[in-house]
């Protein structure tokens, strides 16, 4: 029993929290294939549902780093968090850290003091450029249009992009 006379006291544990967090930046987590390390800061919502940064905004570089959820069974091939199996994706086409100023609920903070980090689940884009020529297919005459480039956000894109170009799944 935890904390009884002549046993091992409880180990400390800090009251989890949770806030709303901009992602600044990412970096590859060592060691793993499609997963980052994000920096982020601390926003406030709005009553108009805009976030802002505060006046003395927490962030990473005080109180850690912070992991996706989502990413946490990728690997460098197969189906990965998002739903999208990677093997498949057209030359070009890669799994994306989270960007574009995506704000975020983050939980934390978890890990051993020193090393401590925090948690958020976003659904990672698919993206890159591809230059295929669309088979034929509906609005696509044979000998028709050239290359296509495409930019694909995520799985239901992906899909959309593929039909859209006349490809068959």
């Given at each position: 029993v935890p904390g009884a006379?002549?046993?091992?006291a409880a180990p400390t544990r800090i009251e989890p929290q949770r806030l709303f967090a901009r992602i600044i930046g990412a970096a590859p987590l060592s060691?793993?294939?499609?997963?980052?390390?994000?920096?982020w800061q601390e926003v406030n919502l709005r009553d108009d549902r805009s976030a802002?940064?505060?006046?003395?905004p927490r962030g990473s570089a005080a109180l850690g780093p912070a992991l996706n959820l989502m990413e946490a069974g990728n690997s460098a091939s197969g189906v990965?968090?998002?739903?999208?199996?990677?093997?498949g994706l057209p030359a070009g086409m890669t799994l994306r850290p989270?960007?574009?100023a995506a704000v975020v609920a983050l939980e934390g903070p978890l890990g051993a003091p020193g090393d401590e980090y925090w948690v958020f689940a976003a659904v990672n884009a698919i993206d890159g450029?591809?230059?295929e020529s669309p088979a034929p297919?509906?609005?696509?005459a044979e000998g028709g249009a050239g290359g296509t480039t495409a930019t694909l956000l995520d799985g239901a894109d992906?899909?959309?992009?593929?039909?859209?170009?006349g490809r068959a799944l």
């Open positions: 006379a002549g046993s091992p060691g793993a294939a499609n997963r980052w390390l994000y920096e802002v940064v505060g006046s003395a990965q968090g998002n739903g999208v199996d990677v093997s989270i960007g574009g450029e591809c230059d297919g509906p609005g696509v992906e899909l959309l992009a593929l039909a859209m170009m």
